[in-house]
Nanobody, 124 residues
């Protein structure tokens, strides 16, 4: 059982930055992973980045390479997604997800718990 609370979405101009946070609780079992997914209007939900709470991370789409950074603060039970040099194409609903037995942090089928999502809107 896990609970996820997202924050940090909003509206920014292209080239700006946002930092999303995902506060999680309930991970008292085996090592787990937290990931960010997004759904762009008219497209399938896609993985953005994922991180194992024990360490190790992966970026899921080349479109965010060099611009997005996933990290965590274990003392706060929080995972972050720092988004820099935002583009209009990054506009999407961003979701935080958690799973206990995650073979691929970028695949949604491994995640059982999801946040409600936070909207990111980038205007050009």
């Amino acid at each position: 059982q896990m609970d996820l609370v997202e924050a940090g979405g909003g509206s920014v101009q292209a080239g700006g930055s946002l930092r999303l946070s995902c506060a999680h609780s309930g991970n008292s079992g085996p090592a787990s992973a937290i990931a960010w997914f997004r759904q762009i209007l008219g497209k399938e939900r896609e993985g953005v980045a994922g991180i194992y709470l024990s360490g190790g991370s992966k970026y899921c789409t080349s479109s965010v390479n060099g611009r997005f950074t996933i990290s965590q603060d274990l003392t706060k039970n929080t995972v972050y997604l720092q988004m820099d040099r935002l583009k209009a194409e990054d506009t999407a609903m961003y979701y935080c997800a958690a799973g206990q037995f995650v073979a691929d942090t970028c695949e949604s089928r491994y995640y059982s718990y999801w946040g409600r999502g936070t909207q990111v809107t980038v205007s050009s």
